[in-house]
């Protein structure tokens, strides 16, 4: 077993007992939007334990990542525009604003990499970086991968915006929520790093920046 599979299996595990004590404490439904993302990362999990023990080779893993991943991006989603609008509950002016803004900010930015990706394709035909992407599952793939970093980075950005406005402006929140921001803020600046630098890194250390990443993520579910 690899360290990343370790690390893997560390991160269920842990989502499991967080889904639990929430049960148990009744908060569910305070945090349920956060239950599920971790019965999200559960599931994909034991989807991917599955492919791989019952693999074969009329069955494409690239359509189940990708519906995973979309499954991920819109819950990630969901929990920033829930811990906005949970720290910002006394301010309803600002807190309409920034919700509103968000929503435009993250179609703008969906839009934008759609149309650079369209762009390269017309400009390197054959020949570019997607040459390697051809067929329409591989392509779907590419465009995938894009907005998986473009939505992780702008949820990071939202998340350093509201920590600047909490230090900025002395915001009082319960324990629980302060535990919950920073946890999520460690794992988007995890993951985003991530999916940033992954060109960067070469065919060997690549592996090892993956394992390190999925270890701090490990330590973001312990903290909470």
Sequence with gaps: MTWSNIAQATIDVLSVVLVIRLLRWHLQQVYRVFCVFL?????????????????????????????LTVGAWV??????????????A??????????RFLSITFLSVVVISLLTI?????????????????????????ITLDLDR??????????????????????????????FSIGL?????????????RGLWSRESLPVVNNFIQCVIAACYAYW
Aim: hydrophobic residues 60%.
């Design 39 to 67: 019965l999200w990362g559960v599931t994909w999990s034991a989807v991917v334990f599955l492919e791989q023990f019952l693999h074969t080779a009329k069955f494409d893993y690239r359509i189940t990542w990708m519906l």
């Design 185 to 197: 803020l460690v794992y988007f600046a995890a993951n985003t790093g991530l999916l940033l630098t």
């Design 118 to 142: 369209r762009l390269d394709v017309a400009v390197s035909g054959n020949s570019g970086y997607l040459a390697r992407f051809g067929g329409a599952i591989a392509r779907a793939v590419r």
């Design 75 to 88: 819950l990630s989603l969901c929990m920033v525009y829930s811990l906005l609008q949970a720290i910002l």
């Design 90 to 99: 006394g301010f309803e002016g600002i807190r309409t604003f920034s919700k």
């Design 150 to 179: 473009v939505i992780s980075t702008v949820a990071l950005l939202v998340m350093l915006v509201i920590l600047v406005f909490v230090l900025w402006f002395p915001v009082q929140m319960p324990r629980n929520l302060a535990v």
